[in-house]
């Protein structure tokens, strides 16, 4: 099958349009990753302003997590067999326009379906997107950058939404946390309909596996609904058990599917990439642990040192500086010279340590001695690790596939993430509880709960960088990668 996305069925755009496309690509990262924490810090007032009760609130986060997550691998192999610049485009309108029906909505109903939309349209967007820019960068060093601005933009996101929910509710309304996609919304269709290069002609063997498309939807949306629901439901409860075992269920025939079918919707053989397969096991890991920073540290500051959102939003401004400085010229150089697996294990054990010295964070903790240095070893961390990982997890994937690659890492960071904050919510919610019964006061159980927390994603971050350090493959040494040979591109070797 031949690849409908790739740059090679068209003239290369130069070096300045590239950069361009890249900025538009990112455009619409960011929308979609700052969607995913900057209604968090709106939901207070979204419940007085519709009248949700505390169960159905929830709803406004899971109609969207159950959407995105389930159609990511979906899109992204839509992608491969229709044009991954069609399918960014068509998602991105999605996303806009049930933006602009969330920021309009009046009631549930309404907010609640139209926040599904904007996990669909999420969904296509995000997986198509990271297989478009390694199409577009083809050499390694300007691959490397790119991928440096790329990971910025999704690590760095979420942490701008918090500081952005709290500016829009505070100083406007919870509204225009989701108008704020318009203007933004058309700048990108209009710039991605200029600049993205036009996919060739659609393979004639290009089916879709239909079978294949309905069973992986359904097992994600089952898992991704369990998961969410698990705290509230409980994680012994009929109701997590019975749709946990019933997404296995549906994952197994998935598979089987699969091995059988001339053209399947996720061809096997791609874990079979030594590469592929660990980047994404370790990106499961690393997104429970950045999900253990950006929703467990802003509950800390918030809760127990009584930061407003504007003011955590703000503690977070010194690993946001960093992660940039990393992403957009110095993670590049690292990759180039050091290759992947020595900054992969660094960048995660920083992230470790950065998790390790919040759990010694006190009640009455200050700011510069209890926060900034946590902030500063993960912003580095972050910085250093991002780019390989995403690198790792695409470099040695065929162009015709790399749609389909893009879905699989944007599933793995999603699900990791999902996974992790509900795990480490648990831990939490149960340390905390023990800590009361033992008869302390609300502010230390809630900080000794956080405790235990951070712990565990610190020991996520920490496998993460074992895994990647001892199992990822480099394809030749560092002094060639300056030469022009592919960062990561070895023979596929099998797992």
Known sequence: MTDVASTSAVSPPDMRRRWLALIVLCGGSLMIVLDSTIVNVALPSIRISLGFSPTSLAWVVNAYLLTFGGFLLLGGRLGDLYGQRKLFIFGITLFTIASLACGLSNSQHVLVGARAVQGLGGAIASAVSLG??????????????????????????????????????????????????????VAVIALSMRLLPSGGAVPQNGRLDVAGAITVTGA????????????QQGWTSAQTLGLLGAAIVMLGIFLLIESRVAAPLVPLSLFKIRNTSVANGAGILWAGAMFAWFFLSALYLQAVLGYSPIE????????????GAFSLGLSARIVMRFGLRKPLGLGLTLAALGLVLFVR??????????????MVLLGMGAGMAFNPVLLAAMSDVPQHESGLASGVVNTSFMMGGALGLSVLASVAASRTSTLVS?????????????????????????????????LIRESAPAGAHAHGEQVGEPAVESA
């Open 132 to 185: 478009l820019m390694m199409n577009l960068f083809t050499e390694p060093a300007d691959r490397a950058k790119a991928m440096g601005v790329f990971g910025f933009v999704a690590s760095g996101g979420g942490s701008l939404g918090v500081l952005l929910g709290g500016v829009l509710t505070n100083w406007l309304d919870w509204h225009w946390i989701f108008l704020v996609n318009l203007p933004i919304g």
């Open 220 to 231: 994600l949306m089952m898992a991704v609904y369990a998961i969410v629901n698990g705290n």
């Open 312 to 323: 955590v939003g703000l503690a977070f401004l010194p690993a946001n500086l960093i992660m």
């Open 361 to 374: 964070a006190p009640v009455d903790g200050t700011f510069a001695v209890d926060v900034l240095p946590s």
């Open 438 to 470: 033992d008869g302390q006061g609300q502010l230390q159980a809630l900080t000794g709960g956080y405790h235990a927390a951070f712990l565990v994603g610190a020991v996520f971050a920490l496998a993460a960088a074992i895994a990647g350090y001892t």
